[in-house]
C-alpha cells in the first residue's frame, strides 16, 4: 500500500509540475512589463506547492503564528531546515518570498525554469564568488519590495538539533536595514527524511515569529543577532514538537 500510494504522489506532483509550467508562464508573460519583482509569478509558482500537498494523503500541513499585514513589506525570512517538505509547507503562508535555492535545482529541466520566472535566486555554496552575487540578487529582490526567504543552517540536520546558523542572512538583513522574520518548522523531518524521497506520513506545522528589527545594527552585532535568532527559532521549535507530540498521543506529554 505504502509503494502505491507514494506511486500516486509522484504521480501528481509530476502532472501538477508539468501544468503549473503553463500556468506560471502565463503569468509571467502577463504581468513581467509591470513586475519588476516577479511578485506574480512567484505566488503562482508557491500555489503549485501547496496543490501538491492537498493532493497528498500522507501530509497534513499547517501554519500558524503572527500575521504579516503587509505582503510588500520586504523582510529577510529565515527557519530551520527539517527536509525537502519544509519547501511545501512554508509555501502555504500567504506572501511571496523570494527562495535562496542550490543551484543544481535551477539546471533541473521544467522546475529550474519555473524557480527563474518566479525570481528565485541560485547559490553555490562551494564559490564565495557565487554566494556573494547570490547576496547582491537578495538585495535586488529586497529593493522591489518583495521578501527572501534562507535557511541559514545552509543544509538540512540529519538529527533532531539545529546547526549553527551561518552569516549570510544576518549581513543581508543588517546591510539593508531589513527586518528578520524567524519561522520555526516542526514535524516534516517525518515526511520525507534526508537522503529518502520516499513520502511518509507526516503532520507538520510552521510558525511565524514576531520581527527582529535591525534598525541601527552594523557589522559588529552580527553574531548577537544571528544566535539571538536562532534562540528564538529554537525555542518555538520545542514548544511546536510538543504540541505535535499532545496531538500525536491524545493529550499524553
Same mark, same amino acid.
Given at each position: 500500500m505504502q509503494r502505491l500510494v507514494n506511486a500516486w504522489v509522484w504521480t501528481e506532483t509530476v502532472l501538477v509540475v508539468l501544468i503549473g509550467l503553463l500556468y506560471v508562464s502565463i503569468v509571467w508573460l502577463c504581468t513581467a512589463p509591470f513586475d519588476p519583482g516577479r511578485y506574480a509569478a512567484g505566488r503562482a509558482f508557491r500555489h503549485l506547492?501547496?496543490?501538491? *500537498?492537498?493532493?497528498?494523503?500522507?501530509?497534513?500541513?499547517? *501554519?500558524?503564528?503572527?500575521?504579516?499585514?503587509?505582503?510588500?513589506?520586504?523582510?529577510?525570512?529565515?527557519?530551520?531546515?527539517?527536509?525537502?517538505?519544509?519547501?511545501?509547507?512554508?509555501?502555504? #503562508?500567504?506572501?511571496?518570498?523570494?527562495? #535562496?535555492?542550490?543551484? *543544481?535545482?535551477? $539546471?533541473?529541466?521544467?522546475?529550474?525554469?519555473?524557480? $527563474?520566472?518566479?525570481?528565485?535566486?541560485?547559490?553555490?555554496?562551494?564559490?564565495?564568488?557565487?554566494?556573494?552575487?547570490? #547576496?547582491?540578487?537578495? $538585495?535586488?529582490? #529586497?529593493s522591489k519590495r518583495v521578501s527572501v526567504m534562507i535557511f541559514p543552517e545552509g543544509t538540512r540536520s540529519r538529527t533532531d538539533d539545529l546547526l549553527p546558523f551561518k552569516d549570510g542572512a544576518f549581513q543581508l538583513a543588517i546591510t539593508t536595514g531589513t527586518p528578520i522574520i524567524p519561522i520555526a518548522i516542526a514535524g516534516t523531518r517525518d515526511a520525507m527524511a534526508k537522503g529518502s524521497f520516499s513520502f511518509r506520513r507526516a503532520n507538520a506545522i510552521c510558525a511565524v515569529l514576531e520581527p527582529i528589527a535591525t534598525t541601527g545594527l552594523t557589522t559588529a552585532d552580527l553574531p548577537e543577532l544571528r544566535d539571538r535568532t536562532r534562540a528564538v527559532i529554537a525555542e518555538a521549535r520545542r514548544e511546536l514538537q510538543r504540541q505535535l507530540k499532545i496531538e500525536r498521543t491524545g493529550g499524553a506529554v
Open positions: 506547492a501547496v496543490a501538491a *500537498t492537498w493532493l497528498n494523503p500522507y501530509w497534513h500541513f499547517r *501554519t500558524s503564528g503572527v500575521p504579516i499585514r503587509d505582503p510588500r513589506r520586504p523582510y529577510v525570512v529565515v527557519a530551520n531546515h527539517e527536509s525537502y517538505a519544509d519547501i511545501f509547507l512554508v509555501s502555504r #503562508l500567504k506572501w511571496e518570498m523570494k527562495w #535562496l535555492a542550490k543551484d *543544481t535545482i535551477f $539546471r533541473i529541466p521544467i522546475m529550474g525554469w519555473m524557480m $527563474r520566472m518566479a525570481g528565485d535566486v541560485p547559490i553555490n555554496r562551494r564559490s564565495r564568488g557565487s554566494a556573494q552575487q547570490a #547576496l547582491e540578487a537578495c $538585495r535586488d529582490r #529586497l
